[in-house]
């Protein structure tokens, strides 16, 4: 159910001269803001319903993904130090966050047709939902393990650390503007799922995840800070591993993929908002 | 009382894709390959629809499958943008639609959770959502079943929760889509109790339903829509009646596509084998597929057709003629000329061969646009039989510029078309069958002298026979060429 117009000037409003803007967009996911909690909600819910330990196992994944790095990098291959295991799961859990939003994206709006063609609302909320959704879980993830690996590897705490919240903030701007051109351009071409996959497997690999940057020479090493997630990742691992403040190049792009991202989202299905319905 | 909404010249277009792989893949393919190309055949589900109603009227939109009433809905709940025309609301008008109750209903989730979620889906706030949420399960009756989840009620539950929920959002303009399709009897007249209390409360509804007894219950106007177009806009009963003809009128046009160009696969819409006349490429051309194929047949030959004469079928479609006169004619002196490949098709791979004859004995032009300058002699008779009332004038003025210009000088072209007596009165008329229809929508009906001008301009003459033998009751005309033309 939705209002038409300014309800206080009585007169007839013409739909159909109503076009589609960012800024219509933007209203409406405010007007629509309790659809979206209760999208993330409902998402939430179904992960857990049904399991008798519920958001432990969200636990698990991680916990093993650690005890798995730790024996392959410092006993089978002796590549790294304990410590190098903390620099790979402050990059393992963001990037988790930002691959599965993606991949889930894909499917927010061509896998809701029913939904997209029985009732109006802004589509973004689809997308953006998916996203809140996994962000949710990074951020209970993050709480549970932060401190159990400050204190197991014995870091202690610095200044630049406060700086945390600010970088999810804008990786998850940055996500959001991804989903919704992932969103947008699934509901047209199916193909764009599978390209993601092809897609996510080399961002992570020219993203310093596995590997630190001060490894690689110079030149490459400029290449692989351009690459999209690598401001996101190179600043936990900026605050939390090397315990500095992000130099004004990850700033910088940080910044800039999360305005680019979202505005080019934003366009997108803003421009295509009202043939969704005709074309899932 | 005020306007509630109103429509003015609205028309949606829809484009419909036949390489269905909704992929890059056939995007790619096409730069090289013309086959793989996608096409995209436009349709226009709405056409020009001007209807207003007023607030707290009900109307009731019927019709038949396809006809545009649901399009039309979709289009005032905001889900479809109207490709042409205008769409006024009163300002500030809540609008609430109910086009499929229980949707962004999950499964999983309890009927709890999934009628806040559901409030939220429609727009309402989360206080609005908890204020409603009593109410809602009050009226559903399904107390003890609001903490299982939506996969153990029965369809009748689901539903019943899902309009519980559109009955409580208190719009002030409610769209409804065949909402009576589910529930018992019991749940059904509670249906129609609350829409008569939003009625009472000078609610405005409109209400899609097949059921003309839902409509009659409910409805005080009814407006019937016919392939996109308002055919009817009045009383419950007169619009029922209409419907009903229309119905009773013509249960193959229902089937087959008839103003739909058919560019479907020819194996698209055959029907079961057994029985031919329901056959796709029989029913496109109307239905009446082996009476007008007889009938053009033995009118021919009354006017004087002989096997070493060479004559022209007009619009030959599936070949309802040709299977009757190529064994007549000469081998060679038979010319078809069809618009539609897929109709030539079906005729010369199933009709002939089931009816035994040959399609080399004849010769057959498939073209869009009338061209005839093929075929390699002058034609002593030529008819078009239910040809014209699929075509726009214009089109029938370049058919019949073609064919006058192939006919030989003492050439004869018959053509028959559903006439229209008055060339000022575009309807409502009524059809032989009963069934009511305008002019101006397809059948078109044109007076003879419309007609008989467009000859005049191409350069021929129009005579009118009094011979009223067509299966489909269609006048019957002789066009000549006109001497020194």
């Known amino acids: 159910m939705f209002r038409v117009g300014d309800p206080t000037v009585s007169a007839m409003v013409n739909r159909a001269a109503e076009a589609p803007s960012i800024r219509r967009t933007l209203r409406g996911l405010q007007q629509y803001r309790h659809l979206l909690r209760n999208l993330v909600l409902k ?3 179904l992960k857990y319903r049904g399991s008798v330990v519920g958001f432990l196992w969200s636990l698990a994944n991680p916990l093993l993904m650690a005890v798995v790095y730790t024996v392959v990098f410092t006993k089978i291959l002796r590549a790294g130090s304990e410590g190098f295991v903390f620099y790979l799961m402050l990059g393992l859990l963001a990037w988790t966050f930002f691959a599965n939003s993606a991949g889930m994206s894909t499917g927010s709006i061509a896998d809701n047709g029913g939904l997209v063609k ?48 600010v970088f999810v903030g804008l990786q998850s701007l940055f ?71 992000p130099d004004a190049a990850i700033w910088l792009t940080a910044v800039g993929y999360a305005v680019v991202a979202l505005v080019l989202g934003l366009w997108l299905i803003v421009r295509n908002e009202d043939s969704f319905a005709e074309r899932i | 009382m005020s306007l509630a909404l109103e429509s003015r010249d609205l028309s949606k277009r829809f484009f419909l894709r036949h390489n269905p792989a909704a992929e890059l893949k056939v995007r790619l393919l096409g730069l090289f390959d013309l086959s793989r190309r996608q096409r995209v055949e436009e349709f226009w589900a709405l056409k020009s629809i001007s209807l207003k109603i007023r607030q707290g009227e009900s109307v009731g939109l019927i019709g038949r499958n396809g006809s ?3 399009t039309f809905l979709k289009v005032v709940a905001g889900i479809h943008r109207p490709t ?143 392939r996109g177009r308002l055919l009817y806009d009045g009383t419950v009963d007169g619009g029922l009646t209409e419907y009903r003809r229309l119905t009773a009128a013509s249960p193959h046009e229902a089937l087959g596509p008839v103003d739909a160009p058919a560019t479907a696969s020819p194996g698209g819409h055959a029907r079961a084998s057994g029985d031919a006349d329901l056959a796709w490429h029989r029913l496109a051309s109307g239905g009446r597929w082996s009476e007008e194929g007889a009938w053009v047949f033995d009118f021919l030959r009354r006017q004087g057709l002989r096997p070493e004469q060479h004559v022209l079928d007009l619009g ?39 009816a035994g004859v040959r399609a080399e004995l004849g010769h057959f ?5 009338f061209d005839l300058s093929d075929a390699a002699h002058p034609f002593d008779l030529a008819i078009a039989s239910a040809l014209f009332r699929r075509l726009a004038l214009n089109s029938i003025a370049r058919a019949m510029a073609s064919v006058i210009r192939a006919l030989a000088p003492d050439g004869r072209f018959y053509a028959t078309w559903p006439e229209n007596p008055d060339p000022a009165d575009f309807g409502p008329m009524v059809r032989a069958d009963g069934s009511t229809t305008y002019s101006d929508h397809e059948p078109f009906h044109y007076s003879f002298a419309m007609l008989a001008a467009i000859v005049e301009a191409v350069g021929g003459v129009a005579e009118r026979l009094d011979e009223r033998s067509h299966p489909r009751g269609e006048t019957i005309m002789l066009i000549t060429r006109r001497i020194g033309a």
């Open chain 1, 43 to 45: 998402d939430l819910k």
């Open chain 1, 118 to 165: 029985s009732v109006w609302f802004p589509r973004a909320i689809l997308p953006t939902a998916t996203v809140l959704f996994n962000l949710a879980q990074y951020t209970l993830t993050v709480l549970v393990f932060l401190p159990l690996m400050l204190l197991y590897y014995h870091v202690p705490p610095a200044a630049p650390m406060l700086l945390f919240p």
């Open chain 1, 175 to 245: 996500t959001i503007g991804v989903a919704l051109i992932l969103a947008t351009s699934t509901a047209f071409f199916r193909d764009v799922r599978h390209l993601v996959e092809v897609a996510l497997a080399v961002l992570f690999w020219t993203t310093p995840i596995l590997y630190q940057l001060d490894h690689l020479p110079a030149r490459v090493r400029r290449l692989i800070l351009m690459s999209p997630m690598s401001p996101y990742i190179g600043a936990y691992q900026d605050i939390f591993y090397y315990r500095q403040w």
């Open chain 2, 68 to 70: 545009g009433k649901s």
């Open chain 2, 84 to 226: 042409t025309g205008e769409l006024l609301v009163a300002r500030g008008t809540r609008i609430g639609s109910m086009i499929e109750l229980g949707t962004g209903f999950h499964p999983e989730l309890t009927g709890q959770e999934n009628v806040l979620l559901n409030a939220s889906i429609h727009g309402l706030s989360r206080a609005e959502s908890l204020d409603i949420y009593d109410q809602v399960v009050a009226y559903s009756g399904l107390q003890h079943f609001m903490d299982v989840p939506i996969k153990n009620y029965s369809s009748g539950m689901h539903v019943r929760l899902g309009f519980s929920i559109a009955a409580t959002l208190d719009p002030d303009v409610l769209l409804l889509d065949e909402i009576f399709a589910v529930g018992d009897e019991d749940f059904q007249k509670q249906c129609v109790a609350t829409i008569k209390s939003f009625e009472a409360r000078g609610k405005t509804i409109v209400f899609v339903s097949h059921s003309p007894t839902a409509i009659q219950a409910i409805c005080d106007r009814a407006c019937l829509l016919d």
């Open chain 2, 316 to 354: 030959c479609g599936s070949l309802s003629a040709a299977s009757r006169l190529l064994p007549y004619m000469q081998p060679h002196h038979y010319w078809g000329y069809e618009k539609s490949i897929e109709l030539y098709i079906a005729g010369s791979q199933i009709e002939l061969p089931r």
């Open chain 2, 365 to 369: 032009i498939v073209n869009d646009d």
